[in-house]
């Protein structure tokens, strides 16, 4: 199997470093995106097709990230991008913000389970800081429940105290609880009687550099409770894993109703935009947020949202995903397997996470998601994966040959733990 | 910045990489040569207490402040930091026949590891001064690094968040340290794990000295290359947050 090089990527890099800070900077850079080694991985990219992308240097790559999130039919779904065509040749961005806005919402409320309104934004990050102001505007309380491993975007509210740039200020109304444990949220509520604006959490626990961990029985109803007798805002951050398990919202999904839910990387596959729903009671405090941006309410991802969404529903596109995944999952299983090695696979399996536990280091997990990467598998090592709905069974067949060479490779690499290089 | 934690790094960093500058430094070590073992403590009230002890030319620094030859009390975190920088006299209330070595030698050593700690552009043109004294700089950042995670306050936050065993800290083909965490409290040891969970290395002497004195970008160097981490990437996440505190206490 070819092994790609990547000089045109590092050159690219090179010159990024001298104008853009640390070069690529956030997830899709090597720091952030954990790109170990470095000389291993694609840097900068220049098309992508289906459920592939290529980099600079012509390499091909079976992607198992989407961007993040954001390619969920498929890079360049006709559908989606004829609907973006087709808004551009009328207009995107103009003083008066197209119908299609007004059309996107009323999908959006249709959509999701739990949504009686939708406000658009950009990212993620702009509609969970809308999320939080919308429930401390109408509880008029300060505090904000999280829990343990979360992302909910980069705003200093969202971030730690250690963190470059945030200071205690910006976290001091953050409490932190375990994933899954209600009774610590019980004593948390307690001991804060009266202060708490909003409990803010994922539909489950999709952290990086952990194991995936689902909701217990029983879990979300009792929170759901708990913030009902407390008159606490119940926000679902669904921007990652929205859409991949129901189109209706994961907190559907679920079985329990959010009061404010957000959106965004799936809603119109790669177009920008992002979406907060919430549920009537509290429409009137997103009313009175000043919180608006120059591009939200851009009329072509409007259109590309409109479409995408149309057709998830159509094809009833989180089960076929569901599907895939599993294909993928245990494929990934077999190829482990076959090798010696111990794959944990964890969280939903349209967004899985891998892990090899040979160690408890993680070194050999890092040497073989390299080893898939240079081979044209694009996985990660600390983060959960996405599936689209253009992977195809040549390419989950595709990904058991690389996983599969992949293993043998650190295998090889380490008979200290393979016992003469495979196991 | 915080004093207490500051008289942590000033004993365990600073005074404390004294154990290296004679062992790299012949002049340090000449110093000591046909000396009579002799000890040296300093008992910082509501701070640090720790023995440097001076043997057959080697210095070690241990926790404590027993059974010592010369005894500093010092009555503050604020004291014994303003003493560290040049700006306090200390004075023994136990020794005073040791009067000349702590006058003479201890202040030739400690005046030969600023030297070395704040170096000129001109020493270190000299590459072998260039060496230890980037060896010893790596010494002093992974104490410091510890002292900050226990003692901090949003270190401890960052250390809170770091799961058990050990960092290696070191420099491709030279130096290295182990930052250890157990339950949350750092620890440094100044040689290189044997069995690490985490590693981050600098490729070069001159990349690990540029970063040091804040001449080059920490994730820039991750994307050439020139650092690179591998392993339980959240213990060296959490470690790296630290050591951006490092550079508010030793500047």
């Not at chain 1, 509880?139 to 740039?165: C, E, L, N, R, S």
């Amino acid at each position: 199997m070819e092994i790609y090089k990547h000089e045109k990527s590092r050159a690219w890099f090179d010159r990024a470093a001298k104008v853009i800070p640390s070069g690529v900077y956030g997830h899709l850079g090597p720091a952030e995106g954990n790109f170990i080694p470095v000389s291993q991985w694609p840097l900068l990219g220049s098309r992508a097709q289906g459920a592939y992308f290529w980099d600079v240097d012509g390499n091909r790559y079976l992607d198992y990230m989407c961007a993040y999130g954001p390619n969920i039919l498929g890079y360049n779904d006709p559908d989606v991008d004829a609907a973006a065509a087709e808004q551009a040749k009328i207009g995107n961005c103009f003083t008066s913000p197209s119908y299609k806005m007004v059309e996107l919402a009323e999908l959006m409320v249709d959509t999701v389970a739990s949504a009686d309104w939708a406000f658009f934004a950009k990212n993620g990050n702009d509609v969970t800081t809308a999320a939080i102001m919308c429930a401390r505007a109408h509880t008029h309380k300060k505090k904000i429940i999280f829990v343990d491993g979360f992302y909910h975007g980069v705003a200093p509210w969202t971030q730690k105290v250690d963190y470059p740039g945030v200071i205690p200020e910006d976290v001091a109304n953050n409490l932190y609880v375990p994933w899954n444990n209600i009774q610590a949220l019980e004593e948390m509520i307690a001991a804060n009687d009266g202060e708490i604006a909003a409990f803010i959490s994922t539909p489950y626990m999709h952290g990086n550099y952990l194991d995936n961990v689902l909701p217990a029985d029983g879990y979300w109803n009792k929170v759901r409770e708990l913030c009902t007798k407390h008159g606490i805002v119940l926000i679902v951050d669904d921007v990652r894993a929205g859409f991949r398990l129901s189109t209706a919202g994961s907190d559907a999904y679920y079985g329990f109703e959010a009061d404010l839910i957000t959106f965004c990387k799936a809603i119109a596959n790669g177009w920008n935009v992002s979406c907060l729903c919430g549920k009537e009671f509290i429409r009137d405090s997103m009313s009175a947020l000043s919180y608006t941006g120059s591009y939200w309410m851009s009329a072509v991802p409007f259109a590309a949202g409109i479409a995408n969404i149309t057709k998830m529903r159509q094809l009833n596109l989180p089960a076929i995903l569901r599907e895939k995944a599993v294909k993928v999952c245990d494929t990934f299983r077999s190829a482990a397997a076959n090798n010696g090695f111990k794959l944990v696979i964890s969280g939903e399996p349209a967004l899985f996470y891998l892990r090899v536990a040979n160690d408890d280091s993680l070194f050999l997990h890092q040497e073989w998601v390299a080893a898939c990467v240079s081979r044209g598998l694009f996985i990660t090592s600390h983060h959960n994966h996405f599936l689209n709905y253009a992977v195809a069974d040549e390419d989950i067949a595709f990904t058991g040959e690389v996983a599969d060479e992949a293993f043998k490779v650190v295998a090889k690499n380490h008979p200290e733990v393979f016992d003469g290089g495979c196991a | 910045m915080d004093q207490k934690t500051l008289a942590y790094i000033n004993m365990y960093a600073i005074l404390g990489t004294l154990e290296n500058l004679c062992e790299l430094d012949p002049e340090a070590r000449a110093l000591l040569s046909n000396k009579k073992p002799l000890s040296l403590c300093f008992d910082v009230k509501g701070g640090p207490k720790g023995t440097l002890t001076f043997v057959d030319g080697k210095i070690r620094m241990l926790a404590g402040a027993h059974n010592c030859d010369i005894k500093i009390p010092v009555s503050s975190c604020e004291k014994f930091n303003a003493i560290i920088d040049g700006k306090a006299t200390p004075i023994p209330v136990k020794g005073f026949s040791h009067i000349n070595f702590l006058l003479k030698d201890f202040t030739a050593l400690t005046d030969l590891l600023t030297k070395y700690l704040r170096a000129s552009e001109e020493d270190l043109a000299d590459p072998v001064f260039f060496a230890r004294s980037t060896e010893l700089m790596l010494y002093v950042i992974s104490v410091a690094i510890s002292q900050i995670g226990d003692y901090d306050e949003i270190g401890q936050f960052s250390a809170h968040l770091i799961p058990d065993g050990d960092v290696s800290f070191s420099i491709k083909n030279g130096p290295a340290a182990t930052i250890h965490c157990k339950d949350h409290v750092l620890s440094t040891e100044k040689r290189r794990p044997l069995e690490p969970r985490a590693i981050m290395e600098f490729e070069t002497l001159e990349l690990a000295r540029a970063l040091f004195d804040g001449k080059v970008n920490a994730l820039a160097c991750i994307g050439n290359g020139s650092i690179s981490m591998r392993g339980m990437i959240n213990m060296i996440d959490n470690l790296n947050r630290i050591l951006d505190r490092v550079a508010l206490y030793l500047a």
